[in-house]
Structure formats: structure tokens, C-alpha cells
């Protein structure tokens, strides 16, 4: 039996309907005489995703002969948006874009929107995790989610065994009980095998990421309906709870703090814990095979990010992977079905199993994994969320800046809050 999705999608797609809806939208000309309802032909696909994993998940896609094949050519996210822009500008355009949810903010309004109309918000809430709602608009869905990286927890066995610990800590105040035990230090005073890399920018791989985790576990949105949130508290006299993760994040590097286990003058955090001095190593689920090939005598395991004792429902952060339709697809109706196609749960299924990453499909990840690792991942997907960033590279600068600042004196934590506030809010305006 069809999912309800593909029923919405591709049935309604096939006897017509969405040829009405992209007449309404302006996709095409409703007096055109060589347009066809049929989807056929080539459709270019931009998108971040590795070209080595993607080829053969295109290979497989195309062989199920659906009237139309799909054309993938791998772009560096640093540079996707300005390609991208580029080409517009010159009258040209891929017919779908397979991007992060961290590029989807600046991409939304080059996308297509699917209205409600051809896919209900009930049928995408119930279909997705909470997370993917990044993808919702007012008046429909602005990009198809697939799946989620969500951050997690790696660690050393081998260094937890030697201090009896049975199994990882799973919250934050657990952590914090083990720094005293897993930080060591030579004469001199110098760390030689830290507890957990936090506290830097310029050596800690996912600053962003762990920063914005700790905002999302206080309940803040970071960026709401186009509103910087980071500088709100629940009273006009309270401090901002982004206030105290600030300064819980820069006090692993802070000389004066019990937390401190981390400074500038170690090796990037990645390294540190493949080189095996990091206890603990806050990374991102797709960076399993590069730790298990860079460093395959390493005993390591992986476990659900940290959370919070004090509040109720798990959060992590998580870069959702969506598949986009172009406004302006040369190929419009069969990027729509291509991209329905690959947003329907057999399609999503095998995209997941190419980069062993959670699907977005609730039923998909209702399926029991045998890989120990996947299986975290999978459990990890139903906590992960993002926030919609106005300016990638424009934050990471700034969300730099703040935790710079409060490790050098600079400000202190709550000024640091409200300039990156003001900051990124001027990103979006």
C-alpha cells in the first residue's frame, strides 16, 4: 500500500493536479501547448551530499526507469549559495537542490512551495519528526526533508574502563562529575588527556552546534518568525537562560572553573579524541566512518547528546538534509516528481541506509536497527531540531565572537548575549 504522502504527491501529480497548482504558482504558463503531464526527461540536482555515496543511490534510483533520470553534481557548501545565485543570474537553474537546513533559510525564497492544498501541514506533522517543521511555511511546505546528522556523544572506552565508569554519563551534571577523574595533567600543569573538548572556537570542530544545543536545551528558539530570540527571558527583569549556557560552555576553558579540561594550545577536538586523549568527542553522526577509518584501533562507542536534569523532553541539535524544488526548474513537473519520489518512504529508506543516517519518516525509524551505532543515531532523530539561520557563515563569525569575548573579558556573558542578538538579527534584516 502506498504511504499517504506518495497518495498526495504522486497519485494526485499523475491525474493532473498538481499541474493546476503549478499554473496557479506561475511555474508554467497555463496557455502553453508543449507542456506535458508527464514527467520526462533530465533532472539536474544540485545539492552537499558526497558524490562517492550519492552516485550509487542515483544509479539505483534511475534503474527503477520512472520516464525520468536523475542528474546529481555534488557542490562545497561554503560556496552552494554564490554558485548557486550565480547561475540564476544567468538564466539558468538545476531542477532540485539537496541541501542542510543551515543553507535553507537564504534558498527558501528561490524554492518552489508546495501548497497545503497538495500536501496538508497534518499530513507532513504526522508523516516527519518535530524537527523537520523548519520546512513549514504559512502557506505550505517549503522543502521535502529526508534525513537528519543529529549531534551525539562519542567516547573512549578504554578511558572510561580505566576509571570503572559502566557506561557514559547521559547528563550534563554527570559530566561535570567526571572532569576531575578523566582531565590529566602533566608537571607542568599542562592537560595531556582531557574530559571533553568545550570552551574554544578555534579548536573545538562543532562550536556552533554545541553552542546552539545548549540554547535549544533552555527552551530558546535562537530565531522565531524572523525575531532573534537569544536575549528573551520568560520576565523583562529575568536573565536570559542563553545567559548561563554561555557561561556553562565557556567554563571548560576557563583556568578558574571545576569544568576546566580544555584550552587553545590542544589539538583540534576531532584529532584530540582519534589521537585518544579526549574522553568525550560532541560531533555529528556522519562522522562515524571518518573516526572509524582515521583511527581503527580506537575502542570507541557513541551515546544520545547530554542533557539537561531540569528539563523534560531531550534536545539536540540536528542538520536536517531536504530535497528543494527550484522556482524557476526547467523541468518542472518531473522535478516535482522526482522530488516526491524521493521524499516517499521506500526512496528515503535507501538514502538512509547509503549514508547511515536517521530518516526524517516516522515510520521509518520506528524499524529496528541491528548496527549499534545506527541505532543511536535513530534514537537520537526523534530529539533533534534546528533553528533557521539567516547567514551560515555570518554566524558561525558571530557565535565566535561571543564565546571569544567572554574567554578573554571582553564582555561579560550577558553583553555577549545581547551583541550577538543584535548581530544576527541584522543578518536577517
Do not use: C
Not at 508527464?38 to 552516485?55: C, H, I, K
Not at 586523549?277 to 572509524?292: H, P, V
Request: charged fraction near 10%; glycine fraction near 4%; hydrophobic fraction near 40%.
Amino acid at each position: 500500500m502506498k504511504s499517504s504522502f506518495q497518495t498526495i504527491l504522486i497519485i494526485v501529480f499523475i491525474v493532473g493536479f498538481v499541474i493546476a497548482v503549478a499554473v496557479f504558482s506561475g511555474i508554467f504558463s497555463s496557455s502553453s501547448t508543449t507542456t506535458s503531464t508527464t514527467p520526462a526527461g533530465s533532472v539536474v540536482v544540485w545539492g552537499v551530499l558526497p558524490m562517492s555515496e550519492m552516485q550509487k543511490y542515483v544509479d539505483n534510483f534511475n534503474s527503477e526507469n520512472y520516464g525520468y533520470t536523475l542528474n546529481y553534481t555534488q557542490h562545497s557548501p561554503d560556496t552552494f549559495y554564490q554558485e548557486l545565485i550565480t547561475t540564476l543570474a544567468d538564466g539558468q537553474s538545476p531542477d532540485l537542490v539537496l541541501i542542510n537546513a543551515e543553507q535553507y533559510p537564504q534558498l527558501s525564497s528561490k524554492l518552489y512551495t508546495i501548497p497545503f492544498s497538495a500536501y496538508t501541514e497534518r499530513t507532513f506533522r504526522d508523516t516527519n519528526i518535530d524537527g523537520a517543521q523548519l520546512f513549514l511555511s504559512a502557506t505550505g511546505v517549503g522543502a521535502l526533508p529526508l534525513l537528519v546528522d543529529p549531534m551525539v556523544v562519542y567516547y573512549n572506552k578504554d578511558i572510561l574502563a580505566s576509571k570503572n565508569f559502566l557506561s557514559p554519563p547521559s547528563t550534563w551534571d554527570d559530566l561535570q562529575a567526571t572532569i576531575p577523574l578523566l582531565t590529566k595533567r602533566d608537571a607542568r600543569q599542562q592537560i595531556t588527556q582531557s574530559a571533553i573538548a568545550m570552551g574554544q572556537t578555534t579548536n573545538v570542530l562543532h562550536f556552533r552546534d554545541i553552542l546552539s544545543t545548549l540554547f535549544l536545551q533552555t527552551g530558546n528558539t535562537i530565531v522565531t518568525n524572523k525575531q532573534v530570540t537569544l536575549n528573551q527571558g520568560t520576565s523583562a527583569t529575568e536573565v536570559p537562560p542563553t545567559v548561563e549556557a554561555l557561561n556553562f560552555y565557556t567554563s571548560f576553558s576557563n583556568p578558574t572553573t571545576n569544568n576546566y579540561t580544555w584550552n587553545g594550545s590542544l589539538s583540534e577536538s576531532l584529532q584530540n579524541f582519534l589521537a585518544g586523549k579526549s574522553a568525550f568527542y560532541i560531533g555529528r553522526a556522519s562522522e562515524l566512518f571518518t573516526i572509524q577509518s582515521q583511527n581503527p584501533n580506537l575502542n570507541f562507542d557513541v551515546t544520545k547528546m547530554f542533557q539537561s536534569s531540569a528539563t523534560g523532553r531531550a534536545v539536540t541539535y540536528g542538520s536536517f538534509i531536504s530535497v528543494g524544488i527550484m522556482a524557476k526548474a526547467p523541468n518542472p513537473v518531473a522535478a516535482y516528481a522526482a522530488a516526491s519520489q524521493m521524499a516517499a518512504s521506500t526512496s528515503i529508506d535507501a538514502l538512509s541506509k547509503q549514508f547511515s543516517l536517521p530518516p526524517v519518516r516516522r515510520d521509518l525509524l520506528q524499524i529496528s536497527q541491528s548496527n549499534p551505532y545506527v541505532s543511536v543515531f535513530f534514537q537520537s532523530a526523534l530529539s533533534a531540531f534546528s533553528w533557521p539561520d539567516p547567514n551560515p557563515a555570518s554566524t558561525k563569525v558571530i557565535f565566535r565572537d561571543m564565546i571569544n569575548n567572554v574567554n578573554s573579558n571582553t564582555a561579560d556573558t550577558q553583553t555577549a548575549i545581547y551583541d550577538a542578538t543584535r548581530d544576527l538579527q541584522s543578518t536577517i534584516n
